[in-house]
């Protein structure tokens, strides 16, 4: 008889805590940084002020996401903390409301009601916050906030993506930074379309045009912006 071996399946959804923020943060990293040096660039600047600018983008820029993304991590895992209280004094004092609730959330995915009690029942029995979390709240370890995760792959990535178009603006001639720094960020965010796409499931062709899209337009009302404000001066 042929034995039944066990697997553990790793789906996509198992990627998407890290994987917003890791996109999230080199595509900021990319636009915001370039954005900044291009339109230093175009106000007729010197290239030490580009090359500061473009470093003093990376670092707050880098910092500026961190905090913002544990913050907002740290709001959704407080209240996600808060839920699991509120269901904890819940299952203490109603057991059996809550496993009838329970039971009926299994008969609305199509379980017949008797089989559905029983489950509920076996599922309490092992962990019944667990199971309350996973199919009341929606709750799992897949899923969960984390703040520190967040923070740290948002500040790693941005510092990753800025450091691109200011490498580009460090090794291109003065005249030709704003050309060169655009035309490297635009090809470096098309790549992290489609790499983020790729690592998401994602149509690919689709994501490299949307992100190039947005890109290119924040480069160029930076560089009007600067060229503007260059010429006023």
Not at 154 to 180: K, M, N, R
Request: proline fraction near 2%; hydrophobic fraction near 55%; include cysteine.
């Amino acid at each position: 008889m042929t034995r039944l071996r066990m697997h553990r399946e790793r789906h996509l959804v198992q990627r998407i805590g890290w994987l917003r923020a890791a996109v999230l943060g080199a595509n900021d990293g990319i636009v915001s940084t370039a954005s900044l040096i291009v339109g230093v660039a175009a106000a007729a600047s010197m290239r030490e002020d580009v090359l500061i600018a473009g470093v003093a983008g990376l670092a707050a820029g880098a910092m500026s996401m961190a905090a913002g993304e544990y913050v907002s991590v740290s709001s959704q895992s407080d209240a996600e903390k808060a839920d699991l209280a509120r269901e904890r004094v819940e299952l203490s004092e109603h057991t059996e409301l809550e496993r009838e609730e329970l039971a009926q959330i299994y008969v609305e995915r199509g379980v017949d009601l008797d089989l559905a009690r029983q489950v509920a029942w076996q599922l309490m029995q092992k962990d019944a916050l667990t199971a309350h979390a996973r199919d009341e709240l929606g709750l799992s370890e897949i899923v969960a906030a984390r703040p520190v995760q967040a923070a740290f792959a948002s500040a790693v990535t941005f510092a990753s993506g800025a450091a691109l178009p200011l490498v580009a603006a460090w090794i291109s001639p003065h005249e030709a930074i704003v050309p060169v720094v655009s035309a490297a960020s635009l090809a470096c965010l098309a790549l992290l379309g489609a790499i983020g796409a790729r690592a998401g499931g994602a149509p690919v062709f689709r994501a490299m045009v949307r992100v190039t899209f947005w890109g290119a337009l924040a480069l160029a009302l930076t560089a009007g912006v600067g060229k503007i404000f260059g010429m006023a001066v």
